[in-house]
């Protein structure tokens, strides 16, 4: 039961990271 949550949460951990570097990425150019 304790699985799904972290699971849940270290997926959004990973999206957030993921838009962060995209924003960068965009600023870089």
Known sequence: ???DP???IHE???SSIN???KVL???LK
Do not use: M, Y
């Open 1 to 3: 039961e304790l699985e």
């Open 6 to 8: 972290l699971i849940l």
């Open 12 to 14: 959004k951990k990973i």
């Open 19 to 21: 838009s962060v570097v």
């Open 25 to 27: 990425e965009l600023a």
